[in-house]
């Protein structure tokens, strides 16, 4: 609305010069350029002298240029400032709700990088209502960014300000999706050095550098692009298990999840079997796997398998079951 008030005072004050220049060029045969400059002045009223004496004529179409063209002007220049000011001051204010949204941020995961890896993570994530910030830099990811009204710092993700600001302190993990390794490196360096604790997940673009994420503090790294090859042959070769997995991890017209809970201290379920915490019978799910406190893994666990304290539950079945078995679990 405010540019379209500006693009019409500008269209009345282009016509307001039109006719003082027609004006002073027909009634007081003038030259065009004299003609202009007569009329420049008398808007601006900068008190410069006439260019020649005015006929009544003349002075009537002066009235009517200072009357017309110093009230176009002023609204014109104030639509201008307007929209300058405003656009500022939205600027500012949305800077500072975003830094007052970010603080108020807890276990949450911050995301380096807003390309088409960090898209896909952060789509899902939100899919998931988990709560994330972004830290990116580029003018065109901040636009979708703003435009999905994710939250997101404009800030150099390597530098330990920026880390900071989006509550590396607070968060539950840390995402380096940015398209360079070195800068994924120097991430993982930095937030390692300002949190230990803190799970880093790391892109690698080359495989061959996915020892050096490692070393640099990144808890996992993924390739993506060995992840896509091998996922690929897998359509090729394996074709059902590929459906099989895709419908129950991605298609939601079947209901089904794949899940993970963790069985706390004082769990109604620790010392018992597989078969005695009838977790199968009371929530209806599959029991796919049982890591352990000490990072086994048991696939497929028999029945006799003995559940204890800080033991990883891999399930499938139904997000309401899943989400009650989290519970009676914790």
Not at 135 to 143: K, V
Not at 149 to 175: K, P, Q, W
């Amino acid at each position: 609305m405010d540019f379209f008030k500006l693009k019409l005072s500008l269209f009345l004050l282009v016509g307001i010069f039109v006719f003082g220049t027609s004006g002073y060029v027909i009634v007081e045969d003038m030259r065009p350029f004299d003609a202009f400059y007569m009329t420049l002045i008398t808007i601006s009223t900068v008190g410069f002298q006439e260019i020649k004496p005015l006929s009544d004529l003349g002075r009537v179409i002066t009235i009517i240029i200072i009357v017309l063209g110093i009230s176009l002007m002023t609204y014109t220049l104030g639509q201008v400032a307007r929209i300058f000011v405003e656009g500022e001051l939205r600027k500012v204010l949305g800077r500072r709700k975003l830094e007052k949204q970010v603080a108020g941020l807890r276990d949450h995961y911050i995301i380096c990088g807003y390309g088409r890896i960090g898209n896909i993570i952060v789509t899902e994530l939100r899919t998931a209502k988990i709560p994330l910030v972004v830290i990116e830099q580029d003018p065109a990811s901040i636009e979708l960014l703003e435009a999905d009204g994710i939250l997101y710092l404009n800030m150099d993700a390597t530098s330990d300000e920026a880390l900071r600001a989006a509550g590396l302190d607070r968060a539950r993990g840390l995402v380096t999706a940015v398209s360079s390794d070195a800068d994924n490196v120097f991430i993982a360096l930095s937030a390692k050095g300002m949190r230990p604790d803190i799970f880093i997940l790391a892109r690698a673009s080359d495989v061959k550098n996915e020892s050096k994420l490692l070393r640099a503090g990144a808890s996992r790294v993924v390739c993506p692009y060995q992840m896509g090859g091998r996922r690929m042959a897998e359509i090729l070769h394996k074709p059902t298990v590929v459906d099989f997995l895709d419908h129950t991890m991605m298609h939601t017209e079947l209901g089904l999840q794949m899940e993970e809970a963790i069985i706390a201290e004082g769990s109604p379920i620790t010392g018992k079997t597989l078969v005695s915490s009838n977790l199968r019978q009371e929530f209806g799910v599959i029991i796919v796997a049982i890591k352990r406190i000490t990072g086994e893994m048991v696939f497929n666990p028999g029945p006799g398998e003995t559940f204890s304290a800080g033991d990883v539950i891999v399930a499938i079945g139904k997000k309401p079951e899943l989400q009650r078995m989290s519970k009676a679990i914790c």
